[in-house]
């Protein structure tokens, strides 16, 4: 479970933004996407201007690649979303939010989603003292996030916590000490997602 360092990520490149899926190269000053966010060549070609459904599936698009799930995982997601009270929105991505790989991350136990997937199906992270490889299970409040006390799983939680730069959301506490863990103090809202994302076109496009 190495750093990841490949090029820029070509969803970062098309739309113009970072969605930190290098894991923590995405931090430092060698992100490929800082150091040139267009394509190579001298001609750029135009891009035909994107119709509405583009624009629509671009941030279904957006948000699958981000948090690393299927087309019928999201759809899963959708339709629990629909269900639910509220703005529908809002509620899809507070799901996406609470899965087990991205609070994970999120974290700093793990450098990427992906990184944080593995750890989690691999028996590294453990829910209020219970081992658990299950990336999509959605965490709680009242949860405690912590990394198995073994040589292994420390040993990964704390290269990538010393590589950490972002700040830990308002929805989750870490708590120091030398074993990494953390407690969910409440369940996310839509200030706490850390993605640029248009939820309403999703919606737009998921209804149909």
């Keep these: 479970m190495g750093r990841i360092t490949g090029p820029v990520c070509r969803l970062c490149r098309r739309d113009g933004l970072k969605l930190f899926l290098k894991g923590s190269r995405c931090d430092t000053p060698k992100c490929a996407f800082e150091r040139r966010s267009t394509p190579p060549g001298v001609v750029q070609k135009r891009r035909p201007k994107p119709t509405d459904y583009g624009l629509r599936l671009r941030e279904k698009q957006k948000v699958k690649h981000y948090y690393g ?33 991205n609070v994970v991350h999120r974290l700093g136990f793990a450098p990427s989603r992906a990184a944080a997937r593995q750890m989690v199906m691999h028996g590294h992270i453990t829910i209020n003292g219970r081992r658990l490889d299950i990336p999509s299970y959605l965490v709680k409040p009242g949860d405690l996030v912590r990394v198995k006390n073994r040589a292994k799983s420390l040993q990964l939680a704390h290269a990538a916590l010393a590589d950490f730069r972002r700040d830990v959301p308002d929805f989750l506490s870490r708590i120091e000490g030398a074993i990494p863990e953390a407690r969910v103090d409440r369940l996310p809202g839509a200030d706490d997602v850390s993605i640029p994302v248009q939820a309403n076109l999703i919606i737009e496009l998921c209804s149909k």
């Design 69 to 101: 799930v299927l087309e019928r995982q999201f759809r899963t997601y959708f339709s629990r979303a629909e269900r639910g009270k509220g703005n529908t929105g809002e509620t899809l991505m507070t799901l996406l939010e609470r899965r087990l790989d």
